[in-house]
């Protein structure tokens, strides 16, 4: 496996080295898309004329709100908590998702549709999601190989991106 580590975080075993790169090449694509279908072109966000703008206000803040405390939650516990040696963390808002960090960033995305209702930044979201889902399983393998059946019964109680209902 080619593996990204962290200098100065040796309690953490690592991502997919093109994780961060992909983030950001993503981020700045829906940026474009977002702001060219949602303030130029115009082209798939009519919805804004059904949808009262206080309830995709409403809806976007209250999506803000859980997508930084859960980013935030995650990173302290990440990179903010000092260990001795790698272990499972499943307190805090592990508790309700084991990639918090990237459900918060798939919620940032989130408020921005919900603020424009911009049918074809939805759609590139839905391609954002397959790609989190790519780079989180390629670190569950890494913490399974490293953790094993400790980690394995923290992924049947928690859900991956989303939290388990049921």
Request: avoid cysteine; proline fraction near 3%.
């Amino acid at each position: 496996m080619s593996t990204k580590k962290h200098e100065g975080h040796p309690h953490l075993t690592g991502e997919h080295k093109y994780g961060d790169g992909g983030q950001l090449l993503l981020f700045f694509l829906f940026l474009g898309i977002w702001i060219t279908d949602s303030f130029v072109l115009r082209f798939s966000n009519f919805l804004m004329e059904v949808i009262p703008v206080y309830l995709r206000l409403a809806a976007a803040s209250l999506t803000l709100l859980a997508g930084i405390i859960l980013a935030r939650g995650g990173m302290k516990a990440v990179f903010g908590t000092r260990r001795e040696k790698p272990e499972v963390i499943s307190e805090g808002v592990f508790r309700l998702v084991r990639h918090p960090i990237y459900t918060g960033a798939l919620l940032l995305y989130l408020t921005a549709i919900l603020s424009t209702l911009s049918l074809i930044s939805a759609a590139f979201w839905f391609l954002i999601i397959g790609f989190y889902i790519f780079i989180s399983r390629y670190e569950e393998t890494i913490l399974t190989e490293t953790f094993g059946n400790d980690y394995l019964e923290y992924k049947k109680k928690t859900g991956m991106l989303f939290p388990k209902l049921f």
